[in-house]
């Protein structure tokens, strides 16, 4: 399995449940694990651009 | 409204349950899902249930042992999915777990989930909306 396929479902097993936390209506919900989901592939790709630069 | 002994024994082994005890069946859904998803995936990809012996910590620093033993309490978090595992699965030394580091990594994940799923519940119920 590649990281890339591995980051992604780790991205979405966390946006299920970020979207299943609270009160919240359905339209919330996707949008709360769409939101999650999307900071979850930013930061890993962030940290990953990061290392880049630190370690070349 | 449930004791919080119950809907934290509860939640811990039928990932979700604390949910389900809650009459929330959407979230009860949603966390089983993910939980069994994440814990049958981290096997299927030889990920490894097991706790470190003393033999498997011994020579790391202080920290590095303590994370490891961190990761096993963090599987065992996952409730129900990790008892089977560990009374079905083949009984392996706990450095095979260290070599498929992506199971491994999804079993931890899937007891951390199942911790959110009952930390969230509680939550609810202290807010009285349980």
Redesign the interface.
Same mark, same amino acid.
């Given at each position: 399995?590649s990281h890339p396929v591995?980051t992604l479902?780790?991205a979405t097993?966390?946006a299920?449940?970020m =979207? =299943?936390?609270?009160?919240r209506t359905g339209r919330e919900?996707l949008r709360a694990g769409v939101r999650a989901f999307a900071w979850s592939v930013a930061a890993v790709v962030g940290g990953g651009w990061a290392m880049w630069l630190i370690h070349g | 409204m449930k004791k919080a002994w119950v809907l934290i024994a509860f939640g811990w082994l039928a990932p979700g349950g604390a949910y389900l005890l809650m009459r929330r069946y959407t979230q009860f859904a949603l966390f089983a899902a993910a939980v069994w998803v994440a814990f049958g995936l981290g096997f299927a990809l030889h990920g490894l249930p097991a706790w470190p012996g003393v033999e498997d910590v011994a020579g790391l620093d202080g920290v590095t042992g303590l994370l490891f033993q961190a990761g096993a309490v963090g599987q065992a978090l996952a409730g129900a999915p990790y008892l089977l595992a560990r009374a079905f699965g083949t009984p392996e030394p706990f450095v095979a777990g260290r070599l498929h580091e992506y199971g491994t990594t999804l079993l931890i994940l899937a007891g951390v989930l199942n911790t959110l799923a009952i930390a969230s519940a509680f939550d609810l119920r202290k807010e009285g909306r349980g």
């Open positions: 399995m591995f479902i780790g097993l966390v299920v449940s =979207a =299943a936390v609270e009160d919900r | -």
